[in-house]
């Protein structure tokens, strides 16, 4: 039973399907509670995933992929030529969700009950083919179904902008689909690519996560390779996040479409650009994903500022709400590109977050639209005293969004900010990461702003004079019905998830936290076994280097004999880009050469970087590099700016030297270079 589980809840939604086409007529509620119930059954479904989740963990051990199934789909099979298969499968991450997908769902559809009134059937229809498509991916264990499934879920949601939602509908529907099928199309090219080299590397051309994500963490991708890969799959997530700038999509599809459709769009379907960076190019791509992290950061955080500032200028609140999930999923990817256990779990608690809080806001908006049938906050106010059980809903979501302690966004974002501010630290066996105290101060900012425009909309809406909807023929007398059952009904268990979330996130950050450590990030000592199969090492490899033979270390000079210990731990920082030498001061900086030599060999490096636009840690000067006549270094000026120092950037070449004085950037330098086509040449 445990083996076929996640197949029972992917699919589970096409019985709902099946129910609605029987219905001859066009029976409106009857259409909807089918539907309703089949989503239900796979709630219950998921949940029963999460027990036999909790055991199985106990018995195989935090952090693996448990109730896992594989069914050969194209070729033989493990061993054979081609293994492309029906692999599916699910650890801390994607258990939750798969939670949230299945928790959102049937919400959305009992959102739908009294705001459908026309072609109900193909409507519920195309909410359970989006849920099948969206189950599907967080399951998917082989790259070409996750590939699939994630496609899949761009057909319902197309028809379901186009067909029921606003004025400018078909304008939206096409804007989305023409951008998300743009960046598809290059990420389906990453991942060819990626069984290509599968190929070339073991023998068989597969896409299974298992085996492309030991390639990449045994550093047997070139980095290169890495460089490109990255961008072709960042090509889609970036745009399905949607990270600055490629979010301008969003905007107009969440305002016309549904209140079901901008639920699940906002809720779930967005996690799944997060999701790929996070299963795909973190793990897979750990040196590109480390040498471009300082660019996605400072892209993150740019849609941070931009987005709350263009949310607080809206007279829409749906759009309003739009541009703070801009802003919010800001705060993922940089928790996910800070690299660190806390920043990486951090962004993903994120991700579960905001499906609750932007999910529920989205559906108060739309409770609100079907009484005022408009969204222009200049048109609305006033409703706390009507309408308190609404007014207290859009208030408990408002605080949830903006991280009030005690709710669900503050643990999210306290700690994605604690990552991004300690990624330039090595700790828990992993190297020290790409960001810094620098990129947590602008995104603070952000913070900030976002309070300020989502408190802002709640004294608008809420508070001030009463205004009746437009139509109502007399305002005195107080039209305006507030919630009703259902609707507090189907508002309930996110508000209890928020709080649950908020008070005691301990268990989920623990599924977190393992599946992080184990499938996501990289260790530091993998990184260094790695790095002799680079392409940019030189053929000598660490190991001789630190470790010369007995009569080559008998002929060094005991002034400048060096430590093996001490230089392989300077040099072993896992997947980091090398140390930046500095020369100068702020933009104007530039990198800079140095070597360290004894008598016996040279130790040359050469660091390329791009100033990030927060600049780094640390300070800079000039470069200086020395043995003093007790045979320590002096590091007299000099700063290692970014992060870490890995073998993977030196290139190393045994040379006998010439002379025994102290050693600077004006002195006799190994002529060996990086190899051409590195990032920054």
């Not at 940089?334 to 608690?349: C, E, I, R, T």
């Not at 408009?374 to 048109?379: A, G, L, V, W, Y």
């Not at 039209?479 to 508002?491: F, G, H, N, V, W």
Request: glycine share 10%; hydrophobic share 50%; proline share 5%.
């Amino acid at each position: 039973m445990d083996h076929w589980l996640l197949t029972l809840i992917i699919f589970s939604p096409l019985a709902g399907i099946v129910l609605v086409l029987l219905p001859r007529t066009e029976n409106r509620r009857g259409i909807a509670r089918a539907a309703l119930a089949v989503s239900l059954v796979t709630l219950v479904l998921t949940l029963l995933a999460v027990k036999r989740f909790a055991a199985l963990t106990a018995e195989n051990g935090a952090g693996e992929f448990v109730l896992t199934a594989h069914v050969p789909w194209i070729g033989g099979g493990e061993g054979g030529g081609v293994d492309i298969g029906y692999r599916v499968g699910i650890d801390g991450i994607s258990l939750w969700l798969l939670v949230l997908t299945a928790l959102l769902s049937p919400l959305a559809i009992g959102s739908s009950f009294t705001a459908v009134r026309e072609r109900a059937r193909e409507y519920y229809i195309l909410l359970l083919l989006l849920e099948v498509g969206l189950l599907g991916v967080f399951c998917a264990r082989d790259l070409l179904l996750f590939y699939v499934f994630f496609e899949f879920t761009l057909i319902p949601l197309y028809f379901l902008i186009g067909i029921w939602g606003g004025e400018e509908r078909r304008r939206a529907a096409n804007k989305f689909f023409i951008y998300t099928v743009a960046g598809s199309v290059l990420t389906f090219a990453g991942l060819v690519y990626l069984a290509y080299f599968a190929y070339t590397a073991t023998g068989t051309l597969t896409l299974n996560l298992e085996t492309l994500t030991a390639l990449g963490q045994e550093g047997k991708i070139p980095p290169s390779v890495q460089w490109w890969v990255f961008l072709a799959l960042a090509a889609g997530f970036a745009i399905k996040v949607p990270l600055f700038p490629f979010h301008t999509w969003l905007p107009l599809a969440h305002t016309e479409a549904p209140t079901a459709g901008s639920v699940i769009l906002a809720g779930v379907l967005l996690k799944l650009g997060t999701y790929g960076f996070c299963r795909l190019s973190l793990p897979i791509l750990p040196d590109a994903s480390f040498r471009l992290a300082p660019v996605v950061a400072v892209l993150a955080i740019i849609g941070i500022i931009y987005a709350a500032l263009a949310a607080w200028v809206q007279r829409d609140v749906k759009k309003l709400v739009a541009y703070s999930s801009v802003s919010h999923l800001g705060f993922c990817m940089l928790g996910l590109f800070s690299l660190k256990v806390a920043g990486v779990s951090g962004g993903v608690l994120y991700m579960v977050n905001h499906g609750l809080s932007t999910g529920a806001l989205f559906l108060v908006v739309g409770f609100l639209y079907e009484r005022y049938h408009t969204r222009d906050i200049e048109k609305i106010g006033g409703l706390a005293r009507p309408m308190p059980w609404l007014a207290f809903f859009l208030v408990f979501f408002t605080l949830s969004s903006i991280g009030l302690p005690g709710l669900n966004g503050f643990v999210g974002e306290f700690l994605v900010l604690l990552g991004t501010a300690t990624s330039s630290l090595s700790r828990d066996g992993l190297a020290a990461g790409p960001l810094g105290y620098a990129y947590v101060v602008p995104a603070a900012l952000g913070i900030i702003l976002g309070a300020v425009y989502m408190l802002w909309m709640c004294q608008r809406v809420l508070f001030g004079p009463l205004r009746e909807p437009p139509d109502t023929p007399d305002t005195s007398q107080g039209l305006t019905p507030d919630l009703t059952r259902r609707e507090i009904a189907i508002l309930t268990p996110i508000a209890l998830g928020c709080l649950a979330l908020g008070v005691y996130p301990k268990p989920v950050l623990e599924d977190f936290e393992s599946a992080v450590v184990r499938n996501i990030l990289v260790p530091a000592e993998s990184s260094v076994r790695s790095a002799e199969n680079l392409d940019h090492v030189s053929s000598h490899t660490l190991s001789e280097v630190w470790n010369p033979s007995a009569g080559e270390h008998d002929r060094m000079d005991d002034r400048a004999n060096l430590d093996p210990q001490a230089v392989g731990r300077r040099f072993a920082r896992s997947t980091a880009p090398s140390p930046v030498c500095v020369q100068g001061t702020g933009r104007r900086s530039r990198p800079c050469s140095f070597a360290i030599r004894d008598s016996q060999f040279d130790i040359r490096v050469r660091s390329l970087t791009v100033a990030a636009l927060f600049g780094g840690r640390g300070s800079v000067g000039r470069s200086r590099l020395g043995w003093d006549d007790g045979g320590s270094a002096a590091l007299p000026g000099f700063m290692f700016r970014a992060a870490g120092f890995s073998p993977r950037d030196a290139s190393v070449r045994h040379k006998r030297a010439t002379g025994n004085g102290p050693l600077h950037d004006g002195g006799n330098r190994a002529e060996e270079r990086p190899a051409a086509g590195r990032w920054g040449r």
